[in-house]
């Protein structure tokens, strides 16, 4: 059962914000989480070098490069151009496939939510593409595509594709019907009601839509990087550079990529939270 | 005319421990004394209960009326063993539930507490969850428990809903059950959190009357909290008025309307004297509740 | 309304509540109202159209036209004839034994990596969701992992799990593992305040709570947890096969392209996709079988 300290603070609404460092400093939860992780990476490290003091190494753990090693290897690549390369190639792919799956998704869902004979006739053939995994279609693309970087950009879009069409559906579905006859009865026209009511109804779902749509999106980015294995480091991407550090042998390289490609996908993230709680000022936590 | 109530199981009076010769009960006497209770969340104190003291007779229906969200709960929270106090203590029969080096009084069963938006487990059907309690505490076997649940509520007039689950049965059903699940306890007292806050008149007048009934038959101690004063006067034997937060003692009437009552009481001269009497008090705190603005808290 | 049922119950014979129960639901009468409807509607012919309207186009796209790109995809025609032919001209069609073994490996794979994220998981979400101190110091962990993508994993988990079948198993499972915690967690954490303190009140010890409260509470978030779960598994299953296999339909995908043969890869999708569509069912089949309570719930509400 939850701690009753915990239970309270959701009772009261807080009054006063105190600064938000004294607040982060003066919780036991962010110490813990701190030690934890503190842990974790010592852990790491003595099982990775476990054969240096016993002479034996332990199974799988031992295989692990440390993380000392890792930090050693980052400090390396860190002030090569290759590597920030490779961040950007990564993040334009990303972004390219996953702006345009916006731009079709949101219009794509709302007219399926809107217009009962659209989703009729669009939503079954939509329902038996949707259960093939993104990736699968990684092949089928590098044949149609021209080049290697449409093809990537084509299964980059399909990944986010479905996630955000299927949330913005739901999210106009379930807009509240009292809304719109709240919006009618003050002589609202159906254009005020699809730009007033049913659009910032939808927002919060395709926010939702978008940030999972974004994890999928780096998925999918990276295994057409590592399957398609596009040119030099440069231009191949994050994925590339983990998969040339892979065939290279460089297993703290590899650690390295994932943990960049960890913090991308978090910076994007980030930003589409950020974003949508700007376009989004009532769904602010108070 | 009456209308016939369907009977609320419980303990008969002859068959209860608390019941003395005199026929008076003796159990679920509470006394709270100088409680005060300070929240801080933020680094911020907020003040809930503000040194609240009364005491309540063991088979009083004591009813406390207050604007929503002033401190209300916060005490029956405390009686209940939810949270804990800042200072003051609290007794049940002489026993000390919470004070000076017990902040926090333990969960029991002789004190449960039939929540304002309901609490029936909604993966446990009816019987289920009536026979909880007795199975839980290693009271009863399962199949016992189940029979005795089946039993209690068919004498409530529920007998054909002990195998639905409580999200197929109307509100006034659940909270009827949920009566039912804390009678099964025999508890001391009996701590209802607003239980007819959500519920239309007609259902909550039925609602009264079905609990006016569970009372008379068991005369077990009602500490009821509300913000509607007629079901206070309706159904209380003293209305304590508190005031917007911090909650403190306002003022407090003694209901004389004759038990049992039933709903022509409603319409009783006498029952409108006591609403004249208590309705500017109430009023007073609403208004000040209402211009603090703040957001009710559920 | 229903809730007027009930007053009357004093002067109504209680045998005739159960009758007057089953016409009261709005729910109900709501679902039937919309089946009509659905049925007189042309609802069941647009589909119909809808589905034949993106087979001709696809058709028309790729064997009526033959437009410059499209002719390298097989279209409907070539795909079915093949998938049903006796003797496949590219190696794989439901007559040939090849084409179960990928299907059974993969669903081998799937089974062992989802029971495994599954028996992991949700006592892990569990202890979580429940235990605020546990939550404190594995929550940070979970959340620093867990914006690592599955396939940057890919080369970790060759290099530490040797073979072929090791190391697809761990990445789908790994994959499954984050969604299957994290759902149970949330699942713990939004069960109502109000049902511990119920519980408490009735005499229930720590372990009972566990028992009756926080395991079923959580068990609608933990279902939805599980059928998001295996669709991940699936879709990190497919790459690892893609990138590292022996047998399975993303290596079956992969290699057809690699080897120019489009049928098989065309059939190896839409094989994918329907074996993925069924696992999720049976997931939710599962589901609703263990959660009568809220299935019922649900339906009253008409949904």
New interface residues.
């Given amino acids: ?4 300290a ?4 959701r ?8 600064s938000r460092m004294s607040k982060v400093l003066g919780n ?2 962010f110490w ?6 503190v842990v ?1 990476v010592l852990l790491w490290e003595v099982g990775a070098r476990w054969k240096e003091f016993f002479g034996y190494s332990l199974p ?1 753990v031992g ?2 490069p440390p993380p000392s090693d890792v930090a050693v290897a980052w400090t390396k690549v860190l002030p090569k151009w290759g590597y920030w390369e490779s961040w950007y190639q990564s993040f334009k792919r990303v972004l390219s496939g996953f702006i345009a799956a916006m731009i079709i998704g949101i219009p794509f869902g709302l007219m399926l939510a809107v217009n ?2 659209f989703r ?6 939509f329902e ?13 693309s ?5 080049t290697n970087e449409m093809s990537i950009a084509f299964v980059t879009f399909l990944g986010a594709f479905f996630t955000i069409v299927i949330n913005v559906l739901g999210g106009a579905r379930s807009i509240d019907v009292r809304y719109l006859r709240a919006a009618q009865s003050m002589g609202a026209t159906q254009w005020d009601l699809f730009w007033k009511i049913i659009l910032p109804g939808t927002l919060p779902s395709i926010f939702t839509g978008a940030a999972v749509g974004m ?2 999106t ?2 999918v980015v ?2 057409a990087e ?2 398609s294995g596009g040119g030099t480091q440069g231009s191949g991407g994050l ?1 590339f550079f ?2 040339n ?2 065939m290279g042998g460089s ?1 703290p390289q ?2 390295v ?3 960049s ?3 991308a ?2 910076i994007s ?1 980030s930003l589409i939270r950020m974003i949508g709680t700007h376009f989004m000022p009532w769904r602010r936590m108070f | 005319m009456n209308i016939a109530v369907p009977r609320m199981p419980g303990p008969g009076r002859e068959g209860q421990p608390g019941a003395n010769a005199t026929g008076g009960p003796t159990r679920g006497q509470i006394s709270i004394r100088n409680v005060t209770k300070i929240y801080d969340p933020e680094g911020v104190n907020v003040m809930a209960v503000d040194n609240c003291s009364m005491e309540i007779a063991a088979g009083e229906v004591c009813m406390i009326v207050g604007p929503s969200g002033c401190g209300k709960t916060t005490l029956l929270n405390a009686i209940a063993g939810f949270h804990s106090i800042t200072s003051g203590e609290i007794y049940l029969d002489g026993e000390l539930l919470c004070g000076p080096g017990k902040p926090k009084a333990e969960q029991g069963a002789d004190r449960i507490v039939v929540f304002q938006h309901g609490a029936l487990f909604p993966w446990m059907t009816l019987a289920e969850n009536v026979a909880y309690g007795p199975m839980v505490q290693g009271k009863l076997r399962k199949r016992e428990a189940i029979e005795k649940a089946f039993h209690m509520l068919a004498e409530a007039g529920l007998g054909d809903f002990g195998g639905k689950y409580p999200g197929e049965v109307s509100s006034g059903m659940a909270r009827r059950t949920e009566i039912v699940r804390a009678l099964i306890n025999n508890p001391k007292v009996l701590l209802l959190d607003e239980p007819y806050r959500a519920m239309d008149a007609l259902t909550k007048s039925i609602m009264h009357e079905s609990l006016l009934e569970v009372y008379d038959r068991t005369k077990v101690t009602i500490f009821f909290i509300t913000h509607d004063l007629d079901e206070a006067i309706f159904l209380g034997d003293r209305v304590h008025v508190v005031t917007t937060r911090p909650c403190k003692l306002k003022k407090t009437v003694d209901v004389t309307l004759s038990r049992p009552r039933n709903y022509q009481a409603l319409s009783s001269e006498e029952f409108r004297l006591l609403v004249e009497e208590i309705n500017g008090a109430v009023h007073e705190e609403a208004i000040k509740a209402f211009q603090s603005g703040e957001r009710e808290m559920a | 309304m229903a809730t007027m049922a009930t007053p009357g119950s004093g002067t109504t014979p209680a045998s005739d509540l159960p009758t007057r129960l089953r016409t009261k639901p709005t729910g109900f009468a709501l679902f039937w109202h919309q089946t009509k409807t659905s049925l007189a509607s042309p609802t069941p012919y647009l589909t119909a159209f809808g589905i034949f309207l993106w087979f001709f186009t696809y058709w028309l796209l790729c064997e009526g036209l033959q437009l410059p790109r499209f002719v390298k995809i097989p279209g409907p025609v070539t795909i079915f004839s093949e998938w049903f032919s006796m003797n496949p001209t590219q190696g794989i069609s439901i007559f040939t034994a090849e084409y179960y073994h990928h299907i059974a490996v993969s669903c081998r794979r799937i089974a062992i990596a989802f029971f495994l994220a599954t028996a992991i998981g949700v006592p892990l979400g569990l202890l979580m969701g429940w235990s605020k101190k546990f939550h404190d110091y594995s929550f940070p962990i979970l959340e620093t992992l867990r914006p690592i993508p599955i396939l940057a994993w890919v080369p970790l988990a060759i290099l530490m799990f040797k073979g072929y079948e090791t190391p697809v198993i761990f990445l789908a499972t790994l994959a499954s593992l984050f969604v299957t915690t994290l759902n149970t967690m949330l699942g713990v954490q939004s069960i109502d305040e109000a049902y511990f303190r119920a519980a408490g009140c009735l005499g229930a010890k720590k372990w009972d709570v566990f028992r009756h409260v926080v395991v079923p509470g959580a068990l609608p978030y933990i279902f939805t947890g599980l059928q998001i779960s295996i669709g991940v598994a699936w879709f990190s299953l497919v790459a690892a096969e893609m990138v590292s296999g022996d047998f399975g339909l993303g290596y079956l995908i992969l290699s057809s392209y690699v080897n120019g043969v489009t049928v098989p890869m065309v059939i190896g999708m839409l094989t994918l996709g329907f074996v993925g569509w069924f696992t999720s069912i049976i997931v939710r089949m599962i589901g609703n079988r263990l959660m009568q309570w809220h299935v019922r719930a649900l339906a009253l509400q008409g949904r």
């Fill in positions: 059962m939850a701690d009753i915990h239970v309270e603070n009772i009261m609404p807080e009054r006063v914000k105190r036991a939860e813990r989480g701190l030690l934890a992780l974790f799988y295989l692990l009962r004979y009729d006739i669009f939503f079954p053939p038996v593409l949707r259960p093939i995994p993104p990736l699968a279609w990684v092949p089928a590098l044949i149609f595509w021209p994890g999928i780096w998925e990276l295994a590592m399957i994925g983990i998969w550090s892979y297993l590899i650690v990529g994932m943990i490609i960890g913090i996908g978090y993230s």
